[in-house]
């Protein structure tokens, strides 16, 4: 065989290879939420601006609150198992959710530091192109401010927990800082739960970080210890107790399927929601294997849920899911007292 032919054969086999590696890192497969029996006839079915319907007096620890986990992590290097939604933050809370999870960390920039969004070790970034730039937390905040601009019955709480290992935290919480009192007017940022009527048409600030910069700027501060254990706990939720405040968490994010809907059945069954106390539930998880997978979990997970009785006039709590989509955050909010 002529050489030129081999090396041709070689070149075309590596560029295969190097397609289907980039396949692994950035892509993955196309989601297909479950069909489900939902009334829209009801005044609270239009999912851009179902809080309109609530009381103002009902605190947001009070109102089943349905939201994403990882919520920037659509666009992400290694996404077989770093990939949490199939949505941007616009569409997520034109959908109906009101909880973002967000995980950051500083970019060291030719014009200035930046905080960027990331999952882990890995970037989001703000488009699916092979080029594109990583997508930066001032880039989210205008998504989220002009959703409340257009949406003003609405709130957002935007939980943000710092995920970098390169960096000192109160750097990164400087930054972040100085976002939110950029644009103080769409933010509350007082360490109590408030009422809905108190946060309509601004973003509710969860921290999930100390205040190492001692910036007084934490809002509800909630830091749990990681639920990354496998073997399934006897109770799969945490409390923790602050001032003011008490906080509800079941987080167990390395769990099989089976083990995470019996965790989050527990939680649904058990919520001790009220005007003091958060309850998260979370639905997703990354498997118990070696290499996790997070859309195929939420396949079988999201369908559980929509398949389970959610009880009419009922809290909940905060439910978090990833590849949600609109009918799954109605199934969700639908629970609350209209």
Excluded at 251 to 271: F, H, I, P, Q, T
């Amino acid at each position: 065989m002529e050489k030129g032919k081999i090396f041709r054969i070689v070149c075309g086999i590596m560029i295969a290879i190097i397609v289907v590696i980039l396949v692994a890192l950035f892509v993955s497969d196309d989601n297909s939420n479950p069909n489900a029996d939902i009334d829209l006839n009801v005044p609270y079915a239009d999912t851009a601006s179902w809080m309109e319907h609530i009381s103002d007096d009902a605190y947001l620890s009070e109102i089943t609150i349905p939201g994403t986990h990882n919520s920037c992590a659509r666009n992400i290097s290694l996404g077989y198992s770093k990939r949490c939604q199939d949505t941007s933050i616009s569409e997520q809370l034109n959908n109906g959710y009101r909880y973002l999870d967000l995980k950051v960390a500083m970019d060291e920039t030719e014009n200035g530091n930046r905080i960027k969004l990331v999952n882990g070790t890995s970037n989001c970034y703000a488009s699916g192109e092979f080029f594109s730039d990583y997508l930066y937390f001032d880039d989210v905040c205008q998504d989220i401010y002009k959703f409340l601009q257009e949406h003003s019955t609405e709130t957002v709480i935007v939980s943000i927990k710092i995920e970098d290992e390169d960096h000192e935290v109160a750097d990164v919480e400087k930054l972040l800082v100085d976002e939110i009192q950029a644009n103080h007017d769409y933010w509350y940022t007082e360490e109590e739960i408030p009422t809905l009527g108190d946060v309509r048409g601004r973003a509710v600030l969860v921290s999930r970080y100390e205040d190492k910069a001692a910036t007084g700027v934490v809002g509800i501060n909630m830091i749990w210890t990681e639920h990354d254990n496998k073997v399934p706990a006897d109770i799969p939720y945490e409390l923790f107790v602050y001032d003011d405040y008490r906080v509800w968490v079941q987080d167990r994010y390395k769990y099989s399927v089976e083990d995470k809907y019996e965790a989050v059945v527990d939680g649904l069954e058990n919520c001790e929601a009220d005007e003091n106390t958060l309850f998260l539930n979370f639905i997703s998880t990354n498997g118990d294997g070696l290499i996790g997978h997070p859309l195929g979990y939420a396949k079988n997970l999201n369908e559980l849920l929509m398949d389970y009785d959610l009880k009419d006039n009922t809290s909940y709590g905060i439910i978090i899911v990833d590849f949600g989509d609109s009918n799954l955050a109605r199934h969700i909010y639908y629970t609350n007292s209209f």
